[in-house]
């Protein structure tokens, strides 16, 4: 006989502690075949907080998030997301905990023959079904406006700018309302300006929802700007943790050729 798992109810007025982390990883090691990407990260977040996770190329910055989502699975070490390892969890469970979470992929994934809109609507049609046609206009019309696309509804995202893509899969990430938000190089092949507005516009986000976040990026300004604790990725291990100033003041040799080439 199963038992309804019961997600705990996070939302601010019901919040037990709001050091709880709701999403911890701990000591994960993480291999393809013989290709250690992983060896024993652990890695924290709670409510309200944004860790940015960097690393050059290939250091499992990727493989860590589809780690989270629960999309693969590590050798050895636990993941738990609001204190429950995900590993124990049936898929039915998983899923219900990811209803809890948005998502926004390295490369944005937007459907080409959806319109921005119906991008948007996408989640909502299929995860949140007691909605009326009505209700998910409006909600994805808010959406829409949060990121500063609402003239954008019937545009299909081939005919928008890039950093136009990203805000899409950003309002779509948000869908749902999540508590945890993963965010897989938000700005990467972005130019400058561009760049900037998405971070403006996650950190806005940032604010107005408390979520606890944790956004890839190869870029040490998008990580300055957006985050309260960055963490450097390098041969498997977390190098260094802490604001940006700790990651200043280090003498560790790698981090400091890191925040010089960066
Ligand atoms: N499913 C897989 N099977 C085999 N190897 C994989 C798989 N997924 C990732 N890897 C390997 O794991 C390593 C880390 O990949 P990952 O995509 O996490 O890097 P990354 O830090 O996100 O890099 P980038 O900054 O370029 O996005 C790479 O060497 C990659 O080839
Ligand atoms: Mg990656």
């Given at each position: 006989m199963s038992t309804a798992y019961e997600i705990p109810d996070f939302t601010k007025e019901h919040l037990p502690d709001a050091r709880l982390?709701?999403?911890?990883?701990?000591?994960?090691?993480?291999?393809?075949?013989?290709?250690?990407?992983?060896?024993?990260?652990?890695?924290?977040?709670?409510?309200?907080?944004?860790?940015?996770?960097?690393?050059?190329?290939?250091?499992?910055?990727?493989?860590?998030?589809?780690?989270?989502?629960?999309?693969a699975t590590p050798q050895a070490g636990t993941v738990s997301l609001y204190g429950k390892n995900i590993n124990g969890l049936s898929l039915d469970q998983l899923n219900q905990i990811r209803m809890k979470m948005g998502f926004l992929f390295q490369q944005s994934a937007l459907y080409d023959s959806m319109t921005v809109a119906e991008n948007v609507a996408f989640p909502l049609a299929h995860h949140r079904r007691g909605m009326s046609k009505s209700e998910r206009d409006e909600r994805v019309d808010h959406l829409l406006t949060e990121v500063g696309l609402v003239s954008n509804h019937t545009t299909m995202p081939s005919d928008i700018s890039g950093g136009m893509q990203k805000r899409v899969a950003l309002a779509r990430a948000l869908a749902l309302e999540p508590e945890i938000?993963?965010?897989?190089?938000?700005?990467?092949?972005l130019?400058?300006?561009?760049?900037?507005?998405?971070?403006?516009?996650?950190?806005?986000?940032?604010?107005?929802?408390?979520?606890?976040?944790?956004?890839?990026?190869?870029?040490?300004?998008?990580?300055?700007?957006?985050?309260?604790?960055?963490?450097?990725?390098?041969?498997?291990?977390?190098?260094?943790?802490?604001?940006?100033?700790?990651?200043q003041q280090s003498d560790i040799l790698f981090v400091?050729?890191?925040?010089?080439?960066?």
């Open positions: 982390p709701l999403i911890e990883v701990d000591n994960v090691h993480k291999k393809f075949d013989d290709h250690v990407v992983l060896d024993g990260v652990s890695l924290s977040v709670s409510h309200g907080e944004t860790l940015a996770v960097l690393g050059r190329s290939g250091t499992g910055k990727s493989v860590l998030l589809r780690l989270i989502i629960g999309l938000l993963l965010l897989d190089e938000p700005t990467a092949g130019d400058p300006i561009s760049s900037d507005e998405i971070d403006e516009l996650i950190l806005k986000l940032q604010r107005e929802r408390q979520m606890a976040s944790i956004v890839v990026t190869h870029d040490l300004h998008s990580a300055k700007t957006i985050a309260s604790r960055l963490a450097l990725l390098d041969k498997g291990k977390v190098v260094i943790e802490g604001s940006f100033e700790h990651l400091k050729e890191f925040l010089k080439q960066s």
